[in-house]
């Protein structure tokens, strides 16, 4: 499954689910460190499914 993750001069980090099959995406620009959104606001989640 390929996801096309806003990018512009930032960061992206994924968190996957194991249990059941959702997807945390944090993105945010950063002067080269990654930030760790805590705000849910700045999260999207995505549901794959769970067959691997």
Do not use: C, E
């Amino acid at each position: 499954y390929l996801f096309q993750l806003p990018h512009a001069g930032g960061a992206a980090a994924v968190a996957l689910n194991p249990v059941d099959g959702t997807m945390a995406v944090s993105v945010g620009k950063t002067d080269g460190k990654i930030k760790i959104w805590r705000s849910k606001k700045f999260l999207h989640r995505y549901t794959v499914p769970n067959d691997f």
